[in-house]
């Protein structure tokens, strides 16, 4: 079975300054898809960034950018020029092309000014 | 783009009554999924349903039902409600079947059982 793992409950960071979120996973599949899903205090699920396994560059999407690290089997988010609106929490997410989403059990960000 | 939608957004119910937690994509997706959120504990899969008329339990199933009605719709079924369902349901949907794999979510019902 797969398994997700963040190890930071809380984190807080300034206003502009960059942060790290850690994620780390496990499984024994060498195809899979990771992702991060933002949920501001909106409830919503938002789709932050995505990355395949087979992939050897890490995605980038704005101010958003992962560290992906197979053979570690870590999947850090890195937010750059934090904003307040980043203001949310976090879930790493994993699966193959065939399963479910496995969610780790979140990182609640808080921006401060 | 309506994309997927969840009715209620919240629900009070009283110990042993009964609901049914709508959902309903127009994106042709393949897959649906059913998800609990409690504090500290992420969100962990309730049910799915890979393709229309099939479905299969995922790490949390007991005291649910769900029924794939057609391709658009995905309900879930809360028999005899219990307070250890107070909890945040999410509905999602994705390709599937090797398509594009992200999952597509619902505002999510706040379900409060006293």
């Known amino acids: 079975a797969q398994t997700v793992t963040q190890s930071q409950p809380e984190m807080s960071v300034q206003e502009a300054e960059t942060v790290t979120l850690s994620c780390t996973y496990d499984?024994?599949?060498?195809?899979?898809?990771l992702f991060w899903y933002k949920q501001p205090p909106s409830r919503q699920m938002i789709l932050v960034i995505r990355q395949e396994a087979y992939k050897q560059q890490n995605a980038t999407e704005n101010r958003f950018s992962v560290n992906f690290q197979k053979a570690a089997k870590s999947f850090s988010l890195k937010i750059s020029d934090s904003q307040l609106g980043d203001t949310a929490m976090y879930f790493c997410a994993f699966m193959t092309g065939y399963s479910t989403l496995t969610f780790g059990k979140g990182t609640m960000l808080l921006v401060s000014p | 783009n309506a994309g997927v939608t969840q009715t209620p957004k919240f629900q009070v119910l009283k110990t042993g009554q009964s609901m049914t937690l709508q959902c309903a994509q127009d994106?042709?997706?393949?897959?649906m999924y059913w998800y609990r959120q409690d504090p500290g504990m992420g969100l962990r899969l309730i049910y799915y349903s890979a393709s229309e008329g099939t479905t299969d339990k995922g790490e949390v199933p007991n005291g649910y039902n769900v029924s794939r009605l057609n391709k658009r719709e995905f309900s879930l079924r809360l028999e005899s409600a219990a307070p250890s369902q107070t909890s945040v349901y999410f509905c999602?949907?994705?390709?599937?079947?090797?398509?594009?794999?992200?999952?597509?979510f619902g505002q999510g019902t706040r379900l409060t059982v006293v």
């Open positions: 994106m042709n997706h393949n897959s």
């Open positions: 999602a949907s994705s390709e599937g079947g090797g398509g594009k794999p992200e999952a597509f």
């Open positions: 499984t024994s599949e060498n195809n899979y898809y």
